[in-house]
């Protein structure tokens, strides 16, 4: 079971607080804590130790509710991606509808505020070091992740007139650097009606070799040898206007979020040839 029970968190209620006050008292993350949607997350918790126990957002709107635990979320959310170690216990934010999901507790018996319950994860068990057996498990797990974004990426391009990302959102973080840049290209060629899908066409890639490099907290940051080859082909001259044939040394950075990592960043080097159009890979300090 991932989330504590009601009766569980209760029992363990002064040493949760102890988390909760770690992410509270993380200003970069939380700015003031006494603004009303950390009031609000406050006393969410303060609703689960004591269920009968009033609050200033009891008789709060459905609308403004949601808006608090949306802007507590994406904050908690950044506060679990940051460098360094996790506190013991994990905190989510959801309707009390999606609880039953999540718990053994039934929507009825599971206490809320202005329509939504806290959740909590207890990771303390997971915050072990990293051992030698466990690390290997990890670069094994950070190759497949490598390899398996590289032929998510291959097939967007692929499927190209039509824009599919669905399938990176499995591998990339939604909305970082790595799967901005992959959109900009898919992005681009759609306009300009360039594809890789057309007959005969011969556009491949290989991943050449792969190291993991570093593994520390909540980041892993891989190098790779990697061959691409795209061929692109415009469908209004029906003839070939680019190609990019590059092998090159990638760095990607992988960050966890949760039980999950995702590639968060890729850099490579800028094309070798000096063409018009060039692939929108651009090399980051």
Request: charged content about 30%; some cysteine.
């Amino acid at each position: 079971m991932e989330y504590l029970t009601h009766h569980q968190i209760r029992n363990q209620a002064e040493i949760i607080k102890k988390s909760l006050d770690v992410i509270l008292d993380t200003k970069p993350v939380v700015g003031k804590r006494t603004s009303k949607q950390w009031r609000f997350f406050v006393d969410c918790f303060r609703r689960l130790v004591d269920s009968s126990a009033p609050s200033e957002f009891d008789g709060i709107s459905s609308t403004q509710a949601a808006q608090f635990k949306f802007e507590v979320e994406d904050k908690l959310r950044r506060f679990y991606l940051r460098p360094g170690s996790l506190p013991d216990f994990l905190f989510s934010i959801m309707h009390k509808s999606n609880v039953p999901l999540y718990t053994v507790d039934s929507h009825d018996e599971y206490p809320c505020l202005a329509g939504y319950c806290m959740l909590i994860r207890d990771v303390s068990g997971e915050r072990r070091e990293i051992t030698d057996n466990n690390k290997t498990d990890l670069k094994v797990y950070f190759e497949r992740i490598i390899a398996e974004a590289n032929d998510a990426e291959f097939r967007a391009y692929a499927s190209l007139p039509e824009l599919k990302t669905d399938e990176l959102n499995k591998w990339f973080y939604t909305g970082s650097p790595a799967i901005k840049e992959i959109i900009n290209v898919l992005t681009r060629h759609h306009k300009k009606g360039w594809v890789i899908s057309n007959p005969l066409n011969p556009s491949t890639k290989r991943l050449l070799s792969i190291k993991v490099k570093k593994i520390k907290n909540n980041e892993a940051v891989i190098n790779t040898m990697e061959y691409w080859y795209l061929r692109w082909w415009d469908t209004t001259d029906k003839s070939y206007v680019y190609s990019y044939r590059e092998t090159n040394r990638q760095k990607y950075i992988l960050r966890k979020e949760g039980a999950a990592w995702k590639i968060s960043e890729n850099l490579r080097p800028m094309p070798r040839a000096s063409v018009p159009y060039r692939w929108s890979r651009r090399q980051k300090s």
